[in-house]
């Protein structure tokens, strides 16, 4: 699925599109929809620098054993 944000969106938010995806992964992961690794993708940011991000924002890293095994899953180690 691809979504789309109009220009004039992305344009009256003062924002570029990279931080738009990277604030979406942020909630996103925060209210625990996204595994740190599928926020990292989404935002286009290797772990490490989304992690910097979620601490630049005081954002606690949950990534509990069921975060471990969807990403495991995401990426097809696992079924």
Same mark, same amino acid.
């Given at each position: 699925m691809i979504v789309e944000i109009p220009d004039q969106i992305i344009k009256q938010s003062g924002l570029s599109a990279k931080e738009i995806l990277l604030k979406v992964a942020l909630v996103l992961f925060? +209210?625990?929809k996204l595994t740190l *690794?599928? @926020?990292s993708?989404?935002?286009g940011l290797h772990q490490y620098e989304f992690q910097k991000?979620? @601490?630049a924002r005081n954002i606690p890293v949950h990534? *509990? +054993?069921e975060d471990y095994r969807r990403d495991l899953q995401t990426?097809?180690?696992i079924k």
């Open positions: 925060q +209210e625990e *690794g599928q @926020a993708r989404l935002a991000e979620l @601490a990534y *509990g +054993e990426i097809g180690l």
